[in-house]
């Protein structure tokens, strides 16, 4: 079965920096478009960054231009989320997804492989 197992979660000052990595099991990770997703309390499920199967689509919003960085390891099936300059307004669960259609897509319904998310907090 599939199995996406997101780590590098926890606490970090603003300012500061974190990478979170995602390692896939029960896919062909090499063809599969990758999402980093985050959920904070009260709000809905958003994409901070996707990345297609071929790395010739990737997505950012907005809010994380410029500070995170999505990248992929097909030899180690894992796809990464380099963060920086974390502000509190980044505190969330963290999740990753993946599926073979979504094409660096940043909509949430595009994805049919979910983790179970991590946790980041960052303080001020």
């Known amino acids: 079965q599939v199995q996406l197992v997101e780590s590098g979660g926890g606490w970090v ?14 896919v062909t990770f090499s063809s599969c478009d990758m999402g980093w997703f985050r959920q904070a309390p009260g709000n809905e499920r958003e994409c901070v960054a996707a990345i297609s199967w ?3 689509n990737t997505y950012y919003a907005d809010s994380v231009k410029g500070r ?9 099936k894992t796809v ?8 509190p307004e980044d505190t969330a669960v963290y999740y990753c997804a993946a599926d073979y259609r979504a094409y660096g897509s940043s909509l949430r319904r595009e994805y049919n492989y979910w983790g179970q998310g991590t946790q980041v907090t960052v303080s001020s």
């Open 68 to 76: 995170f960085t999505i990248s992929r390891d097909n030899a180690k």
């Open 54 to 56: 071929n790395d010739g």
């Open 80 to 87: 990464y989320l380099q963060m920086n300059s974390l502000n």
């Open 13 to 26: 000052q603003a300012g500061g920096s974190l990478r979170l990595s995602c390692a896939a099991s029960g």
